[in-house]
Each structure stands twice: as structure tokens, then as C-alpha cells.
């Protein structure tokens, strides 16, 4: 790609970006949120037409005109925000557009056979073929979408962020299936913000910054991170987390969750939260994390067990109950939880805490805006102006929104689950921060996180979670990133 541009209204996404890809090679595109990456690739998809510059294509000038003529080019792509129907079966979503191909003829045991076949070469054979999209969770259909992409005759595979919804060990297998792709001499571009990924899978480096090349043919495994975080944001960052408070915490029990179970998911869990205090759960995808949060919100009901604030125990799967008491969950899934795309960034901030915005009938749109204001700018939400669309944000800065809907509330307890996903290194140190604040100021935070260095870097406690059972529970200080895996993998077949 040579001199790319596109213009949005009010915004050059891209100006001028230079892109070189070769034959069997991971070339890793990095920047911060907003940079132009998912555009780029949107132009080489076929989803945009560039306003200058060109593509070409093994030797030859390509105009992409649909995503359609992309991929009968072999270029591939799976979206940051995928692009699935959710009431067809994972079978007919992989071969759909095949069968325009094929004159409108579907042969159902065919697709459904070689469906199989490609989820199994993705080390995936537990997702049915006929199984309905909607169901899976965003990591399963990740998986789908790879899927999709390998059943077309593939060149050039391009996957923006793919492993912000996957844990560790299903990012080992999409890494295995990198690694079995590019010996047959497939082309990767793989974007993400987790550096230590681009070490372990990449072997160029391309960094965006402000819709421009400014570094391209670095090594992935070479570079220092210093020198990847200051070419991607300009200047130094010391990705650090903020200093632990009360390693002991002597602050009151807040959130008291005692025997907590649902049947099937997880048992048993048994944990205090004191104000001031943040602990952290680990564990794989399906560990029970995210429904134990969950059922403290009340959006799932414990089969047995309670949940308590402030020593007050709470009605059993009630929201209402527990919105009640103070508890605000940000949850995992971000996208179809809450964002309105069309309304601006300071409704979606403010969405959450309309009420205090009341006045006599009337909502106080200063102080709303204000408020927002404040937050868009403490999480440095690019671009900061808090009348944009939150649909014209980039992937990180839409996250940003609604995390900052969640700080800006008043909870008691605040439970925030997978808070970083998709957001840059330079962010991530400002949310973490954020956080820390919260609990200084008496919140008692939970958290979730795939990334356990995340875990172990804020919390100050530390639950891990093994199918569904607390197989630890201690200082975060006291453990490390290698035990803690041993606990998470113990007894799992990989
Ligand atoms: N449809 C659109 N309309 C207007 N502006 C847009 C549109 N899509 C993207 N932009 C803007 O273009 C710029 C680049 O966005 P892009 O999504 O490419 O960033 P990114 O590098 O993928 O970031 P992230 O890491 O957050 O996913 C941003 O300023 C974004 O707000
Ligand atoms: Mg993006």
C-alpha cells in the first residue's frame, strides 16, 4: 500500500500511510487508539475507498471496489467488531457469499462436513457446524470468522485485534494456526496492543501514529519495547501500575459474597471486599468469572448462597436490588451492552447517571456535559470533543466511553470486567490510575482480566479460578504470573 488517505467528515483517518507485506511473513501494525489501523485495513479490505494512494497486489495496480473482490483476490479480514449473522448456524456463516459463487445452490451436509474440517484445523472441534452464531461467546466467534476467511483460498490474512476477546490459551492455538498459515506461505497482518504478543508471533513491525507511517521493517522480536511505545505515542512511557494503598486493607467489609454458586458454572466462591480495597479474579475463558460478577449484579440468579453491601444482604437475581445498594458492573461485552453509536460521547458518559443530572424536570446539560468533559479528558478519549458520534471513535476510544460511564458514577462497589481490552499502552496507565483512585476514595472494586499481569499489577488481592472453583485466594504480591497459570492450566489438556 502507497500513500493511502481516506478523509472522514472533519478527520484525515489516514494520511499518507506506506504498508509493505511479504509472502509467509506476521507483519504486526501497531499504534495508539485512533491512529488509523482498522481504517487502513478497512482500505484493504475493500470496506473504503481510499482518496489517494494505491495498492499493489503481487505486482499489480488492485482496485478494491467491495469486500466481495477483496477476498476473491485472497485477502482476508477479521474485523476488531465482527461482522457475523447472528441467527445463522456457524456452518452457513462461514460459506456465506460462497454460495452466491456456487449459483445460489446450498448442499447442507457438504458445508456443514467441511465446516467441521476448518474449525478443526483452528483446534476448535467443540463448535458444532449447526450450531446458531448468537449463542457463542465473542471468543467463539472469533473463531468463526477465522474460520470464514481460511475457507476462501487465502493469501493475505488480516486480523485486527483478535486476541482482545480470547485468553491465554486460546491465543496459543490462534498462534499455532499464525504459525501453520505463514510455513504455507500466507501473508499475516496482525494488529494488537499487547506488545508481548508482537514478540512472541511477529516478525515486522509497522507503527501508525495520527494516520502516518512513522516506522516500518522494525523487528518484532529486536526492538526494544521503549522504542515501540515511543515511536507509537511520541513520548516515554513508564507502563506502570499504580502503587497498592493498603496491602492489608483495614477499610470496612463493602461487598460481602459468601458461598456464592450457580449450578454449572461455578461453586463456592467466597470473598470480602473492604472500601479501598480492589481484588482481582484470573482464570481462563470459562472459568466462571464473568458470571460470578454477573450474579453479584443480580443478572444471574445464585442457586445458593448471598451476596451482601455494607453487611445488608441482597434480594437473589435482582438487578434493581443491587443497583440499589451501589453496585455498578462494566461489563465484558461492551459493544451490545450499552453504547447508543448514533448519540454523542457525553450521552453515552452521562447515560448512567441521568439522575443526578435532574433538575426540576429538567436535565442540567451543562453539568452533564461537564461532567462528561471531565472524564473523556481524564481517560484521553481521541478526539476529545464530546458532541462526536461515539460510531466515528475508533475501537479503544468507543471502550474509553463506556468505561468512563462506569467511573463516573457513584457506586459503592464497582465491578469492572475485562476494563483495558482494546485500549493503548499509554491509556491502560491512566485507567489503571483512575481505578486506583476510586478505591482510594472508599469503592471496593472487582476485577476481571484475561491479561494476569493486569491482575497481579492492581489488585490487591487475588482470586484464581479454575472451571468454575477458587483454587487460590492471597496477597497479589505473593504470587506470580508463572503460579498462577500453573493453577489455571493444572488438570486442562493443552
Ligand atoms: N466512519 C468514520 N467516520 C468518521 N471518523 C472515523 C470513522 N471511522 C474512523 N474514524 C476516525 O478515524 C481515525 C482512525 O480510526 P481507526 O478506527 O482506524 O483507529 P485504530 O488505529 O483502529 O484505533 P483502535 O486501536 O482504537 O482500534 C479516528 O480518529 C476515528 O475517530
Ligand atoms: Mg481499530
Known amino acids: 500500500m502507497r500513500g493511502i488517505v481516506k478523509v472522514f467528515p472533519g478527520v484525515r483517518a489516514l494520511d499518507g500511510v506506506d504498508l509493505e507485506v511479504r509472502a509467509g511473513e506476521v507483519h504486526c501494525l501497531l499504534g495508539q487508539n485512533g491512529a488509523g489501523k482498522s481504517t487502513l485495513i478497512k482500505v484493504l479490505a475493500g470496506a473504503h475507498e481510499p482518496d489517494e494512494g494505491e495498492i499493489v497486489w503481487q505486482g499489480e495496480e488492485l482496485r478494491l471496489t467491495t469486500p466481495l473482490a477483496a477476498m476473491k483476490h485472497g485477502i482476508a479480514t477479521i474485523y476488531q467488531e465482527l461482522d457475523l449473522v447472528d441467527g445463522l448456524s456457524v456452518a452457513e456463516n462461514i460459506y456465506l457469499g460462497h454460495e452466491l459463487a456456487a449459483g445460489g445452490f446450498s448442499r447442507r451436509g457438504d458445508t456443514q462436513r467441511e465446516a467441521a ?3 478443526d ?45 480470547l485468553d491465554q490459551e486460546e491465543v496459543a492455538r490462534l498462534f499455532k494456526v499464525i504459525r501453520d498459515l505463514t510455513g504455507e506461505g500466507v501473508a499475516v497482518v496482525y494488529i494488537s496492543h499487547r506488545l508481548e504478543e508482537i514478540r512472541q508471533i511477529g516478525d515486522r513491525v509497522t507503527v501508525l501514529k495520527d494516520g502516518r507511517t512513522v516506522a516500518t521493517g522494525l523487528s518484532a522480536r529486536d526492538t526494544p519495547t521503549r522504542e515501540l511505545t515511543r515511536r507509537m505515542t511520541g513520548r516515554d512511557i513508564e507502563y506502570v501500575f499504580p502503587e497498592r494503598v493498603s496491602p492489608d486493607g483495614d477499610g470496612a467489609v463493602v461487598l460481602g459474597v459468601r458461598d456464592l454458586a450457580a449450578s454449572g458454572v461455578f461453586s463456592r466462591v467466597d470473598f470480602d471486599v473492604r472500601a479501598g480495597e480492589i481484588v482481582g479474579l484470573a482464570g481462563l475463558v470459562g472459568s ?62 452521562s447515560l448512567a447517571t441521568l439522575g443526578r443530572f435532574a433538575r426540576g424536570g429538567f436535565l442540567d446539560r451543562r453539568g452533564e456535559r461537564k461532567a462528561a468533559q471531565e472524564h473523556v ?4 478519549v481521541r478526539p476529545g470533543d464530546v458532541d462526536r458520534a461515539v460510531r466515528t471513535l475508533s475501537g479503544g476510544n468507543q471502550q474509553k466511553v463506556v468505561l468512563a460511564r462506569w467511573l463516573l458514577r457513584d457506586c459503592r462497589v464497582l465491578l469492572l470486567d475485562e476494563p483495558t481490552r482494546g485500549v493503548d499502552v499509554g491509556a491502560r496507565s491512566e485507567i489503571y490510575a483512575l481505578i486506583r483512585r476510586l478505591a482510594a476514595d472508599g469503592v471496593a472494586v ?19 479460578l479454575r472451571e468454575g472453583l477458587v483454587v487460590h485466594s492471597g496477597p497479589a504480591h505473593e504470587i506470580d504470573e508463572h503460579r498462577v497459570l500453573d493453577l489455571v492450566m493444572e488438570g486442562s489438556a493443552v
Request: proline share 3%.
Open 288 to 349: 466462571g468469572r464473568s458470571e460470578i460478577l454477573e450474579t453479584v449484579y443480580g443478572a444471574r440468579k445464585a442457586t445458593t448462597g448471598s451476596v451482601s453491601v455494607n453487611g445488608k444482604r441482597l434480594r437473589n437475581g435482582s438487578v434493581r436490588a443491587a443497583v440499589g445498594a451501589g453496585i455498578g458492573l462494566c461489563p465484558e461485552e461492551r459493544k451490545s451492552q450499552g453504547l447508543l453509536l448514533d448519540e454523542s460521547v457525553y450521552r453515552n458518559v
Open 121 to 165: 484445523r483452528l483446534g476448535h472441534r467443540e463448535i458444532s457446524p449447526r450450531r446458531e452464531v448468537g449463542t457463542l461467546s465473542a471468543a467463539g466467534k472469533q473463531i468463526v470468522s477465522m474460520a470464514r476467511a481460511l475457507s476462501h483460498d487465502v493469501k493475505l490474512i488480516v486480523m485486527d485485534e483478535p486476541s482482545a476477546v
Open 117 to 119: 474440517a476448518l474449525l
Open 446 to 464: 472487582v476485577l476481571v482480566s484475561s491479561e494476569v499481569p493486569e491482575v497481579l499489577g492492581l489488585a490487591d488481592r487475588v482470586l484464581v
Open 377 to 380: 479528558r481524564a481517560l484521553d
